[in-house]
T-cell receptor, first 114, second 115 residues
């Protein structure tokens, strides 16, 4: 039973437009959420995170939104660039689930079309 | 250069072989992790080491045996594996356990194929 779900295996977006990647979770004990980006033949790279006490965190072109009542978070990339084409993993952890046990979603493959 | 180096990048082994995966980090981190990524599945946590001590074994079969001789090096010893163990094995590190919230640093992984 997946505790972190990314229901869209893939997403295609035109360059310059907004990319929205979605993530849902089932465990209400999670209180920290992270996004990782992975290029082929490389390990995942930490991108951005958000604590459950916030509903938004922004870093340049990347913004993560958290809706705790819906157990949903999303990553917005604007404007999207071809170099953003990668697999994006949503991840979650929590004090009560152990911060060592970061649970990853299955990933969404983003293609940004020039 | 990610700061976490894994060798080899690719490994093909028979079911009766014994091999080892190596991970090395020079980031001054004190926590290291092994993750497994199978095709079309989420990353699965296997082991956690904090200051060379194993603090987590996520119900991993005994044919996978980790070793952490110091805070900079982590090994995964493999023996009598099954074809379903074929996967990408990723090593990661973080300053301390409990600091995974600040993001792991991952290596590039070892692509393992068991034949």
């Amino acid at each position: 039973d997946q505790q972190v779900k990314q229901n869209s295996p893939s997403l295609s977006v035109q360059e310059g437009r907004i990319s929205i990647l979605n993530c849902d979770y089932t465990n209400s004990m999670f209180d920290y959420f992270l996004w990782y980006k992975k290029y082929p033949a490389e390990g995942p790279t930490f991108l951005i995170s958000i604590s459950s006490i916030k509903d938004k965190n922004e870093d340049g072109r990347f913004t993560v939104f958290l809706n705790k009542s819906a157990k949903h978070l999303s990553l917005h990339i604007v404007p999207s660039q071809p170099g953003d084409s990668a697999v994006y993993f949503c991840a979650a952890s929590g004090m009560k689930t152990s911060y060592d046990k970061v649970i990853f979603g299955p990933g969404t493959s983003l293609s940004v079309i020039p | 250069e990610t700061g976490v180096t894994q060798t080899p990048r690719h490994l093909v082994m028979g079911m009766t072989n014994k091999k080892s995966l190596k991970c090395e980090q020079h980031l001054g981190h004190n926590a290291m992790y092994w993750y497994k990524q199978s095709a079309k599945k989420p990353l699965e946590l296997m082991f956690v080491y904090n200051f060379k001590e194993q603090t987590e074994n996520n119900s991993v079969p005994s044919r996978f045996s980790p070793e952490c001789p110091n805070s900079s090096h982590l090994f995964l010893h493999l023996h009598t594996l099954q074809p379903e163990d074929s996967a990408l094995y990723l090593c990661a590190s973080s300053p301390l356990t409990g600091s995974a919230n600040y993001g792991y640093t991952f290596g590039s992984g070892t692509r393992l194929t068991v034949v």
